[in-house]
């Protein structure tokens, strides 16, 4: 899936032309069936409370029985090196313009970057509804590419995990 940056500053702001077409099409349909604005404002509210609402137990779903899920590259980092680090993440920067900023002098022919990569898979038994989750999380854009990480120096790190 392409998705377009439509500001250098602000990661989140992103255009996917082919959801675009979807919810223009969506909008029309809409303007077209319900007719007055008075019908699309009592619409517009159910859908947020009733989008809210599945958010919340599909995020209870995932994360109820999974408590224990935790970052594999930082476990596989512990358990390898017997260091923690923690850098956290930060919108819109690189990871080299992270580390220079916090004034790391280094050549980028001497260091690694050390990338989690976990792969969502579906259970035999999980429910339907999970399968744009699953779908969504396969498609997203990986830590090296959001952060523009050379690709010769990283080591991605990962593992499945079963939902």
Do not use: C, W
Request: proline share 4%; aromatic share 10%.
């Amino acid at each position: 899936m392409r998705i377009k940056h439509s500001s250098p500053d602000e990661i989140g702001q992103v255009y996917v032309s082919k959801i675009s077409l979807f919810l223009f099409l969506g909008v029309i349909g809409l303007v077209i069936g319900f007719k007055p604005s008075e019908n699309l404002a009592s619409v517009y509210g159910i859908s947020v409370k009733g989008a809210m609402a599945i958010d919340t137990l599909l995020v209870a779903y995932v994360m109820v029985p999974h408590e224990n899920i935790a970052p594999l590259a930082l476990l596989h980092n512990l358990k390898h090196n017997k260091v923690l680090h923690d850098y956290g993440r930060t919108a819109g920067h690189t990871a080299v313009a992270l580390l220079r900023a916090r004034e790391f002098h280094f050549s980028l022919m001497e260091i690694s970057f050390f990338v989690g990569k976990e792969k969502v898979v579906a259970k035999h038994s999980s429910p339907i509804f999970l399968a744009p989750f699953i779908f969504m999380h396969r498609a997203m854009q990986g830590a090296t590419e959001y952060f523009k990480i050379p690709f010769d120096h990283a080591i991605e790190i990962g593992g499945h995990i079963e939902l």
